[in-house]
């Protein structure tokens, strides 16, 4: 039976709408070769909606997130909007929006492929090979607790409140024991639980739900050591689950251990099916306009989202694949091309992409 899909297109600032433009296209070549349609409604979110609209996440942008099977978002932000109080910038939107869908759980690969080994700033024996997913808490802890700010007859005083409740570190978990249960079946939990009370609670919410998942092999590590062990030696870990403020530092540092920021995907997941689906990096306002942006990173997040919210897993895998096979031709953007010549545009790239699709969806 045929299959229908809304997708709430969110391109934001800066390169997103480049970007954007590119998966679509993507998700229109997978329409060709799936019984499956996809509709498209778009919406602003960040810079875009706080000068068309007034406020970084229009009401109506919500409405339509929430009528939709899934959002698609290409990146907000921009130096225009830099100095603007905290209601009014673009990032207050993005925090926004993943309170007001429950998008808790941030799912984050890390892979580095063969042919990419060259564009690491570490030594090949460290990153060849390296095939991990970071799972991130979204919508708790410091980044969402209490903000204070005071004056006293010493100076300023500011606090950040960090807390979590049990059912919060339950579902997060529970998440990533399914994830890792689909991958290397090995799963890190990172936390300070020699010094913070909500690492404690964490630790022993993950020992009792770990009984649910024998087959799951669970490890604790204190997050300064994972820091340093992510850099020395990579390949230990499979997937690893932590909070939010640990999860932002140690998923853009993984994230590093690929090469370049520009190929690297993301999904945020509430409960059931539904995801908001978005590259790592954010809006390059340093290249948007040039049409050099490399867009593997947001195709990669709409293949997240055949995968997480479609269940369309072999024509995710077909956008894997064909990415894969493109790279491994030797085609680069310019953020991953050894000289400025040998770079192709935005479009090229999406364009080689669409074709290797075809080539591996028939060959699958
Ligand atoms: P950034 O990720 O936008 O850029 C960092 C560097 O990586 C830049 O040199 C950029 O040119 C390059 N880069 C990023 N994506 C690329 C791509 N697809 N292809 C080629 N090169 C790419 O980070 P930044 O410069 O720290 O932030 C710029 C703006 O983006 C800021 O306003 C920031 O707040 C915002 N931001 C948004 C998000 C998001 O929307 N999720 C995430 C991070 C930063």
Not at 153 to 158: C, K, L, P, T, W
Not at 180 to 189: D, E, I, M, N, V
Request: hydrophobic content about 40%; charged content about 25%.
């Amino acid at each position: 039976m045929s299959q229908t899909f809304t997708i709430t297109v969110l391109p934001g600032d800066g390169i997103g709408p480049e970007v954007i433009e590119q998966a679509i296209h993507v998700l229109k070549a997978v329409e060709k070769l799936e019984d499956v349609t996809f509709t498209f409604e778009y919406a602003r979110l960040g810079g875009c909606a706080i000068d068309e609209d007034g406020t970084p996440l229009p009401e109506e942008t919500l409405e339509k997130a929430r009528r939709s099977d899934a959002v698609l978002l290409g990146a907000v932000g921009g130096p225009k909007w830099d100095n603007n109080p905290a209601h009014l910038r673009p990032e207050t939107g993005l925090l926004g929006i993943r309170k007001a869908l429950g998008l808790y759980a941030n799912l984050r690969p890390a892979f580095m492929l063969d042919c990419m080994v060259e564009v690491s700033a570490l030594k090949e024996e460290v990153v060849r090979g390296v095939d991990l997913m970071v799972i991130r808490e979204l919508t708790g802890g410091l980044y969402f607790g209490e903000k204070k700010r005071y004056k006293t007859e010493n100076g300023e005083v500011a606090s950040d409140e960090l807390i979590y409740h049990e059912y919060e570190i339950e579902r997060i978990v529970r998440r990533a024991f399914e994830v890792a249960r689909l991958r290397g079946k090995k799963l890190t939990s990172v936390d300070k639980a020699n010094v913070l009370e909500s690492s404690r609670l964490w630790r022993k919410v993950v020992d009792r739900v770990a009984h649910d998942y024998p087959d799951v092999e669970l490890r604790h590590q204190l997050v300064d050591s994972c820091a340093m062990e992510l850099l020395r030696w990579p390949k230990q870990f499979d997937t690893i689950v932590t909070e939010n403020m640990f999860g932002d530092i140690l998923s853009d540092e993984a994230s590093m251990l690929t090469g370049s920021i520009g190929m690297l995907p993301s999904a945020s997941l509430a409960d059931g099916n539904f995801g908001l689906y978005e590259p790592v990096h954010g809006s390059a306002p340093d290249i948007a306009g040039k049409g050099i942006a490399n867009p593997t990173a947001t195709i990669l997040s709409a293949a997240m989202m055949l995968k997480y919210s479609f269940g369309m897993e072999r024509a995710a895998n077909a956008v894997e694949k064909a990415v894969h096979k493109v790279l491994n031709s030797g085609v680069r953007t310019a953020d991953i091309a050894k000289s400025k010549e040998e770079a192709v545009s935005t479009k090229e790239m999406a364009d080689k992409i669409i074709a290797a699709m075809h080539e591996v969806y028939v060959q699958a």
